[in-house]
């Protein structure tokens, strides 16, 4: 009999880690299913666009701001470099981005990068010119940013507006 007893306590330790596997397999299952279908559902409410909008407007607004540094010391060769490193940002984020599933989701995008990547242009052959740099061109390279980022964050904004709207309307269906 007490051969017997001592079988049962690993059985029972058996069936309790075999139902906590089954249970956790059950649990991942459903939490992978609903992960999926809210990355699934993200897209259509331009999750990602506004994510890609929001990283471009910063990175614009960092160029803008490396403008004016170098306007303030355009002879200076750390200027030089940090207008370089900006400039470098903000034409890989616009000529790396297709815009597939997330930028081309903010229609007024489209017309804001072809002007930003003609800025870009524009910086880049003034730092390729080397030292000093032309304060009269940073200063309209700057006030043209500021236009832009100010754009930019206006469509942001409005756009952002738009998705609540269409979250909640899904929300209350």
Same mark, same amino acid.
């Given at each position: 009999m007490a051969r017997f007893e001592g079988w049962r306590v690993p059985v029972t330790y058996g069936t309790a880690i075999a139902a906590a596997a089954a249970s956790s397999a /059950?649990?991942?299952? =459903?939490?992978?299913?609903?992960?999926s279908k809210i990355e699934y559902s993200l897209p259509r409410f331009g999750f990602y666009a506004i994510r890609e909008f929001h990283i471009a407007i910063r990175d614009v607004t960092h160029l803008k701001d490396?403008?004016?540094?170098?306007?303030a010391a355009p002879g200076s060769a750390d200027s030089l470099e940090q207008l370089s490193a900006a400039n470098d940002l903000v034409y890989i984020r616009f000529k790396?981005? +297709? &815009?597939? @599933?997330? %930028?081309?989701?903010?229609? !007024?995008?489209?017309? *804001? #990068?072809?002007? *930003? /990547?003609? %800025?870009v242009t524009r910086l880049d052959a003034m730092i390729a010119a080397g030292l000093p740099l032309?304060?009269? *061109?940073?200063k309209?390279? @700057?006030?043209?940013?500021?236009?832009? =980022?100010?754009?930019?964050? +206006?469509?942001?904004?409005?756009? &952002? +507006?738009?998705?609540? #709207?269409?979250?909640?309307? !899904?929300?209350? !269906?």
């Amino acid at each position: 009999m007490a051969r017997f007893e001592g079988w049962r306590v690993p059985v029972t330790y058996g069936t309790a880690i075999a139902a906590a596997a089954a249970s956790s397999a /059950v649990l991942i299952t =459903v939490l992978f299913l609903s992960l999926s279908k809210i990355e699934y559902s993200l897209p259509r409410f331009g999750f990602y666009a506004i994510r890609e909008f929001h990283i471009a407007i910063r990175d614009v607004t960092h160029l803008k701001d490396m403008t004016s540094l170098a306007k303030a010391a355009p002879g200076s060769a750390d200027s030089l470099e940090q207008l370089s490193a900006a400039n470098d940002l903000v034409y890989i984020r616009f000529k790396r981005i +297709d &815009g597939t @599933g997330t %930028a081309s989701e903010i229609p !007024a995008y489209a017309s *804001i #990068v072809p002007r *930003i /990547v003609d %800025a870009v242009t524009r910086l880049d052959a003034m730092i390729a010119a080397g030292l000093p740099l032309d304060e009269k *061109i940073l200063k309209e390279m @700057g006030l043209e940013l500021e236009h832009l =980022v100010a754009r930019m964050n +206006d469509e942001y904004y409005k756009y &952002g +507006d738009e998705i609540n #709207v269409d979250l909640y309307s !899904a929300k209350k !269906a």
